[in-house]
Each structure stands twice: as structure tokens, then as C-alpha cells.
């Protein structure tokens, strides 16, 4: 029978496993890094001079959107590095040790929540200086990038679950990303959803990516001016919380299953 603290010696042992690899790898950082930096450039320079945002510079208003976009984005390294291990073997040599299958995957989680903390912290920096300002108390900001890192670390058991699913790498770094861009783009992090048709709107009202990117604006002090109508962006902090519980209620269980009939 496992006791809990060799249950958290299996989890430090798997994510040392997995920073030393990162370690080894750092390009993969820098692009993770380098895609929203682009984005931010883009929106900033370029096309934000055509969007205009009531209440709210359009900066301040991108900015919170584009930090939630970031971790919906870097969740995907944790299924490509679950993919990777069953096509090494790596997961096949991991399961004839006498370890929980749910500390591996916790390991890797982590390593990216770290790694996903880094690229963050970059953003950050970034937004700075192109002009992003919080406008809240520190308690307030600092409850900002705890819901940030809550959801970031709720998305990669989302991926792993895919990375566990899929046959391949190449599918996970194809098809396994493919339903993140409806999530992100179908929602408020770069303009406004009233002007959506209808079924559109719905969606984007309820979408997490939505709900997190709102609880960001109003922890930060970037909400636009129009009061939203909609139940789950008017409850937006307190609804974080509940999806990013539900998503580690439903996918961390599932990923440790389909670690063990891989």
C-alpha cells in the first residue's frame, strides 16, 4: 500500500525527471514565449488602432485576454510530452515500476506549470512596456495569477488526457491543438462578444477561456465600461474557480486510467 509521502517522492522524482529534460531543451521556452509576444505586437501596433474598447485602453483590455490565451496554449506541451513518452517507451518502462500512475502525470503537469509560470512572467514584462497597468490592490493582483495558474494547471490535465488518447505525436501536435483555437479566438481575450450572432454569443459567454479572461480584467482593473449582461461574466472570479475544479475532477481520474490501459 502507498503512503503520501511516497506518493510525493514519486511526484518530485517525475517532475526533476521532467526539468532535467527542459533543461536540455530550452528552445521549446523560447517559442513558447515568442508566439503571444507576437500576438501582443500585432494587436498592439497593428490592429488595435482599428478596435476601440469604451472605458478601457485597448492595451490594458488585450492584455489580460492575451495571459489566459498564453496558458491555453502552453497546456498543449503537456499532452506533446505525454505523446512523447509512449512513443520512447518511456511510459511503457514507467509502468512496470512499483509508482502511482498518477504521480507521473502529476510530475509532468507541474514541470509545465513551472515552465508556463516563466512564459507568464515574460508576458508580463512585455505588457509593461507596451503599456499595461493593473489598477487594483496587490490582493487583488495576486489573486489574478493564482485563477491564471489554477486554469493554466486544470488545461494541461485537458492535455495530457489528449496526449494519453492519441496514437501518435504528430496527431497531438496537429489535431490535439486544433480545438484550442475555437476556444480562444471564440471568445472576449482580443474584442468584445456582443456584436456575435447569437449562437456565437452563447458560446463565448460560457466558454472558460472567457470566464478567465473576464476574472482577470476585473482583478486587474481592465474591465471595459459596459456592464456585462451575461450570468457567467457578471460572476466571473467565484465561476473560475468552479470550472477549474470540474476540469481537474473529470480529467485528472481519466488521465490516470488512460495512463494505465495505454
Known amino acids: 500500500m502507498r503512503t503520501i509521502p511516497s506518493f510525493l517522492d514519486n511526484v518530485s522524482t517525475s517532475t526533476r525527471r521532467y526539468f532535467l529534460r527542459a533543461r536540455r531543451t530550452p528552445e521549446t521556452v523560447f517559442f513558447s514565449t515568442i508566439q503571444p509576444i507576437l500576438f501582443v505586437l500585432l494587436f498592439v501596433y ?14 490594458e483590455y488585450l492584455l489580460a485576454g492575451v495571459f489566459c490565451q498564453v496558458t491555453v496554449f502552453g497546456s498543449a506541451l503537456t499532452g506533446i510530452g505525454r505523446a512523447t513518452d509512449k512513443a520512447t517507451g518511456m511510459s511503457q518502462r514507467l509502468r512496470t515500476l512499483p509508482i502511482s500512475p498518477l504521480s507521473t502525470i502529476i510530475g509532468r503537469t507541474t514541470m509545465d506549470l ?102 482577470q480584467r476585473e482583478l486587474y482593473g481592465n474591465l471595459p465600461g459596459a456592464v456585462p449582461t451575461a450570468w457567467p461574466l457578471r460572476h466571473a472570479v467565484p465561476l473560475s474557480f468552479a470550472y477549474c475544479a470540474m476540469i481537474l475532477a473529470i480529467f485528472m481520474p481519466l488521465s490516470a486510467w488512460l495512463f494505465r490501459r495505454e
Open 46 to 59: 497593428v490592429l488595435g488602432s482599428a478596435i476601440d474598447v469604451r472605458g478601457v485602453s485597448y492595451r
Open 114 to 215: 513551472l515552465t508556463n509560470i516563466l512564459v507568464v512572467a515574460i508576458m508580463m514584462a512585455v505588457g509593461l512596456a507596451v503599456g499595461w497597468r493593473t489598477h487594483t490592490s496587490p490582493t487583488k493582483v495576486l489573486l489574478g495569477l493564482l485563477v491564471l495558474l489554477l486554469f493554466c494547471y486544470s488545461m494541461s490535465w485537458v492535455s495530457a488526457a489528449v496526449g494519453l488518447s492519441a496514437r501518435s505525436v504528430e496527431v497531438v501536435q496537429t489535431a490535439g491543438v486544433l480545438w484550442l483555437y475555437p476556444l480562444t479566438f471564440v471568445s472576449n481575450v482580443f474584442v468584445p462578444i456582443e456584436g456575435l450572432v447569437a449562437p456565437l454569443r452563447v458560446f463565448a459567454e460560457w466558454n472558460p477561456v472567457s470566464v478567465v479572461t473576464q476574472a
